[in-house]
Structure formats: structure tokens, C-alpha cells
């Protein structure tokens, strides 16, 4: 019996120790590029060099998630054994516009374990329209960012902030904060990095360095905003009870969420997540207390048109670069298939067409009569000085 025993334990080292050498001999690449952009009709070559040996001779195929996008050739490399800086070329001519995943995968299927090759290809039909993609984006990005400045300044002119919502104010403090840490926490720490590829693989970081400063802005500028409250003429203005209890259910799911990460029944990623539908759900609800306050005092003054317009823009050029990128990708089922993304856009853009309606048309002359009254207090304090004179 001991001596079957110890058969058993010599060949069951021996397995683990050759499963061990097979692991430590799996295949490395270093490839030329992963991710690329291309137009319909040009072609395209990958070039890819064995970096390690390998003890057995083995093949790498070559699948396609999307059929007829592109001509991909050879699909199948055979991998010489024990050949290490072998050099290989797959070309790719693109045939239609759209995006492709293309995964390699090896014969024998114990070699794949911890060796993948992954490819991902974006075929456009235009390369104007990519640039016009590109400058539209940049254009809207200013639009969004500096729309926070003429509110900033109507306060310090009027030395007043009568007109402004404070719910809108704290809403969307709370919005944006919530953005920010949810951008910086993805774009710089690894920690978040690494759980987000954990659970996406072959996705790409959605957060970029434009998303992390337009968020950081807008938190200090609505900030600063509120800090105005404290020093200009307010009124009998005040955050209401309502907005009060939408922040506390937002502090609330923020610290329950916190709770349920801690003892490991979700992961700290999906803390990001919850700090990013509350920056979804301030946006559905803050332009309500501006409107509100607008009707009830049927007047805009005091709430900057300036903002609305340039908030409108960036709107409106968003949905021009989802038109470009989707006619272009023929992809129209991420930008206009995804109701959550577009009903926001849209939503935002009918409020800012409220705005409008009520500076411009309903209330205008509440407009008018602010600006007579300010033109008549400036040349009441010209005079004042001329009459001291005589």
C-alpha cells in the first residue's frame, strides 16, 4: 500500500511539474498594434514577433465577431517549435464600415490558457468625417466648459444672485462632484483600472483626460457659484426641502454602498457606478427648480441666458458627432439604440429650449424693465457728481 502511495504522489508531481513547464513556456507576441482606425478600401498589415519559446509546434486561428467587414490573411499561422523571434505578417483589407473584435485562438486548446491575441478595428467610410467628428467634439467640450462663466459674472455685476436657483446650485454640486470622483478615480488609480478590466476584458478606459478636466471645472466653477451666494444679495431664497431630500437619498445610497463594498458583496467598482447614476439623475432633475423659479417670478433675470445658449450648443453639436460617428461607423446602435445615453441629450436640450422661450418670449419684459432700471441708476449716479459742482 505505501509503495502505491508513493507512485501515486512521484506521478502526480511529475504531471504537476510538466503542466508547471507547459505555463512557463507559453507564447508571447509583441505586436505592432492592437486597436486602429481605418477607411473602407485601404489595407492594413499587423506584424507580429514570437518573443518566447515555445516546446511544441502549434497553429493560431483567427476569428471574427462581425462577418464581410474585412479580408483578414492568412487566418491561420503555424508557430514552429522552439523558434523564438520568428516573424510574422497578417494583412487586413476593410471592405465595409463598422467595427470588428478579432481573436486569436490556438490548436492545441491547452496553449490558449493564458495566451490570447486580441484585435479590435474600426472601419469608417470618410476620413473628413472623422476630422469633422474630432473638431466637433473639441468645439462642444469648450461650449460645456465655459458655460459656467457667465452666471459667475451676472453674480459679480449685479453683486446680487436673486434669480438663481439654489436647488439648481446644490443639485448640481452634487451632480458634478459625483463626475469628477468617478473620472479621477478611473483615469488615474490603477486599483480601479484593474477591476474594470477584470470585468471587461477587451474594453477600452471610457474615461479620457477631457472627461477628467471638464468635470474638476465644473466642480470648482458651481462651487465658487455657491460661494457667491453667501456674499451677494440673496433674498428670501433657499435650498428647498425637496432638494434636501434628493441629496440625502443620494448620501444615503452613497454610504450603503460603501457599507456593502466593504464586507465584499460588491465590488468597489460598482461604488464608481452609483456616484455615476447620481450624476445621471441630477441631470433629469435640476433645470425643474430654475424652470419653476422662473414661472413664479416670470422673469428670468438674474439666470444667464449666456449659460443656456452655450449649454445648448454643446448639446446640439453631441448629437452632431452621435450622427457623424454613427453614419460614418455604421453604427447607429451605440449612439441613438441606447435610450438612456440619447433621452438625457435630449432632455437637456429641451430644457435649455425652455430657457430660451421664457427669456426671449414669455418674459422678456420683466428683461426690459430690469435693464431700463439699471440704465436709469447709472445715470442717476453720473449726475449726482455734476450737482455737487454747483
Given amino acids: 500500500m505505501n509503495e502505491r502511495i508513493k507512485t501515486f504522489c512521484v506521478i502526480f508531481v511529475a504531471f504537476l511539474s510538466l503542466k508547471n513547464a507547459e505555463s512557463q513556456s507559453l507564447p508571447e507576441f509583441d505586436i505592432s498594434w492592437t486597436s486602429k482606425t481605418v477607411i473602407v478600401g485601404e489595407s492594413h498589415e499587423i506584424f507580429m514577433q514570437l518573443v518566447s519559446s515555445v516546446p511544441r509546434t502549434f497553429n493560431v486561428s483567427f476569428l471574427e465577431d462581425q462577418e464581410d467587414l474585412i479580408d483578414w490573411s492568412p ?13 510574422f505578417t497578417v494583412k487586413i483589407d476593410a471592405k465595409k464600415a463598422g467595427k470588428v473584435e478579432i481573436t486569436g485562438t490556438s490548436t492545441p486548446k491547452d496553449l490558449i490558457s493564458d495566451f490570447n491575441l486580441f484585435f479590435k478595428i474600426t472601419i469608417g467610410n470618410s476620413r473628413g468625417l472623422i476630422i ?11 461650449a460645456w466648459s465655459i ?4 452666471q459667475v459674472w ?11 436657483s439654489f436647488d439648481f446650485l446644490a443639485l448640481n454640486v452634487v451632480g458634478h462632484t459625483s463626475y469628477a470622483i468617478f473620472n479621477c478615480s478611473l483615469f488615474f488609480l490603477k486599483y480601479f483600472q484593474d477591476e474594470y478590466f477584470l470585468r471587461f476584458p477587451h474594453g477600452q478606459n471610457p474615461v479620457e483626460l477631457n472627461d477628467v478636466f471638464f468635470s474638476i471645472h465644473a466642480s470648482f466653477l458651481t462651487a465658487f457659484t455657491i460661494f457667491q451666494c453667501f456674499i451677494y444679495e ?4 433657499r435650498v428647498s426641502y425637496i432638494a434636501w431630500s434628493l441629496i440625502g437619498i443620494f448620501f444615503v445610497a452613497i454610504i450603503v454602498v460603501i457599507i456593502i463594498c466593504s464586507i465584499g458583496t460588491l465590488h ?7 456616484l455615476s447614476y447620481i450624476k445621471l439623475a441630477v441631470t433629469l432633475t435640476k433645470y425643474i427648480p430654475q424652470a419653476v423659479l422662473n414661472y413664479r417670478r416670470k422673469s428670468t433675470v438674474g439666470w444667464s441666458i449666456e449659460n443656456i445658449i452655450l449649454d445648448l450648443t454643446g448639446g446640439v453639436l453631441s448629437m452632431m458627432q452621435m450622427f457623424f460617428n454613427s453614419y460614418n461607423y455604421d453604427d447607429w446602435q451605440s449612439n441613438f439604440g441606447n435610450p438612456t445615453k440619447l433621452g438625457l441629450a435630449l432632455f437637456s436640450i429641451f430644457f435649455d429650449l425652455i430657457f430660451i422661450v421664457q427669456h426671449y418670449c414669455l418674459y422678456k419684459g420683466a428683461r426690459h424693465s430690469e435693464d431700463n432700471k439699471a440704465e436709469s441708476t447709472e445715470v442717476t449716479i453720473e449726475a449726482e457728481p455734476k450737482n455737487e459742482k454747483f
Fill in 75 to 87: 487566418k491561420i499561422i503555424s508557430i514552429p517549435q522552439n523558434s523564438p523571434n520568428s516573424n
Fill in 132 to 142: 469633422a467628428s474630432v473638431i466637433v467634439g473639441w468645439v462642444y467640450f469648450v
Fill in 147 to 150: 458655460s459656467f462663466y457667465p
Fill in 154 to 164: 451676472i453674480n459679480y455685476r449685479r453683486k446680487s444672485v436673486v434669480g438663481l
Fill in 234 to 237: 440673496r433674498g428670501v431664497q
Fill in 268 to 274: 468597489w467598482l460598482d461604488f464608481l457606478y452609483t
